[in-house]
């Protein structure tokens, strides 16, 4: 791995067992995530501002590997500090968005532009996407503290692919909950006008449309919502299995901040 100042700020580290469990699940359900891993050379991951303590990152590796078995992982920490031994195939470096000079398939940066400036984040991304193997994904995403309400950006080497919502049923009243837990790119983005504002307008109503089957639960009541925005024509990407979270994937062109 390349010496030298790594590329970013050191971040407050919360963490916490199993906080980024719903982010790990769409990974490794996505068709995109797992046919790029399976594809890959060298299946190589890493794990970005893992925190004060390595936990998330042990359990993306041993998620990831019911997709591909030989993934390595590395986890990479401003912090000189945070750095800690590794085992069971997961190691630990100091580095930031230069990546260490690493090239991985797959990079995962959880709850670090949300630290950064709105202005930050095209730097960041570059650099990430500039990093990347042939064929690379990055997930940048946000969450509270224990992991009930989540959302994250896809992208490749040519920008940002998707965003995805996923939230716990019984943790949000309505999908505008989710708003507070917006990825840096569209957090200050949610205001009248904007295409992520328009998005969660239309799924509240959708939500609210769909009240007549909360007796039955938040799940099924959030697949007829799914239902319905597909319905009024919003890019809803089809889900392949009943999961427990509820998850809203668009493309990024129908969320992308006005310029």
Same mark, same amino acid.
């Given at each position: 791995?390349?010496?030298?100042?790594?590329?970013?700020?050191?971040?407050?580290?919360?963490?916490?067992?199993?906080?980024?469990?719903?982010?790990?699940?769409?990974?490794?359900?996505?068709?995109?995530?797992?046919?790029?891993?399976?594809?890959?050379?060298?299946?190589?991951?890493?794990?970005?501002?893992?925190?004060?303590?390595?936990?998330?990152?042990?359990?993306?590796?041993?998620?990831?590997?019911?997709?591909?078995?030989?993934?390595?992982?590395?986890?990479?920490?401003?912090?000189?500090?945070?750095?800690?031994?590794?085992?069971?195939?997961?190691?630990?470096?100091?580095?930031?968005?230069?990546?260490?000079?690493?090239?991985?398939?797959?990079? $995962?940066?959880?709850?670090? &532009? @949300?630290?950064?400036?709105?202005?930050? *984040?095209?730097? %960041?991304?570059? /650099?990430? =996407?500039?990093?990347?193997?042939?064929?690379?994904?990055?997930?940048?995403?946000?969450?509270?503290?224990?992991?009930?309400?989540?959302?994250?950006?896809?992208?490749?080497?040519?920008?940002?692919?998707?965003?995805?919502?996923?939230?716990?049923?019984?943790?949000?009243?309505?999908?505008?909950?989710?708003?507070?837990?917006?990825?840096?790119?569209?957090?200050?983005?949610?205001?009248?006008?904007?295409?992520?504002?328009?998005?969660?307008?239309?799924?509240?109503?959708?939500?609210?449309?769909?009240?007549?089957?909360?007796?039955?639960?938040?799940?099924? $009541?959030?697949?007829?919502? &799914? @239902?319905?925005?597909?319905?009024?024509? *919003?890019?809803? %990407?089809?889900? /392949?299995? =009943?999961?427990?979270?509820?998850?809203?994937?668009?493309?990024?062109?129908?969320?992308?901040?006005?310029?």
């Amino acid at each position: 791995m390349r010496e030298g100042k790594p590329d970013g700020v050191i971040t407050r580290g919360t963490t916490g067992i199993n906080r980024l469990r719903r982010s790990d699940r769409w990974l490794v359900h996505s068709p995109v995530v797992a046919r790029t891993l399976r594809d890959a050379p060298d299946p190589l991951i890493v794990d970005l501002g893992y925190g004060a303590m390595p936990v998330t990152t042990y359990e993306l590796a041993s998620r990831l590997r019911t997709v591909r078995g030989d993934v390595r992982v590395v986890g990479l920490e401003i912090d000189p500090d945070r750095v800690v031994e590794g085992r069971d195939g997961v190691s630990f470096a100091r580095g930031g968005f230069e990546l260490a000079g690493l090239r991985p398939t797959l990079i $995962r940066a959880f709850n670090v &532009l @949300r630290q950064y400036p709105e202005d930050a *984040v095209d730097h %960041a991304w570059g /650099r990430l =996407r500039d990093g990347l193997a042939p064929g690379g994904l990055i997930v940048d995403g946000t969450c509270d503290e224990l992991g009930r309400r989540c959302a994250w950006v896809l992208l490749d080497r040519d920008g940002p692919r998707s965003l995805t919502l996923a939230w716990d049923p019984f943790a949000a009243d309505r999908p505008s909950d989710i708003a507070e837990r917006l990825p840096k790119a569209l957090i200050h983005r949610n205001v009248p006008g904007e295409r992520i504002h328009d998005l969660l307008v239309t799924a509240d109503r959708a939500w609210a449309t769909s009240a007549g089957l909360a007796p039955f639960g938040p799940r099924t $009541r959030w697949r007829e919502t &799914l @239902r319905l925005l597909s319905d009024l024509g *919003v890019p809803v %990407a089809p889900q /392949r299995r =009943r999961i427990r979270d509820c998850v809203l994937t668009v493309p990024w062109n129908y969320v992308e901040p006005g310029r």
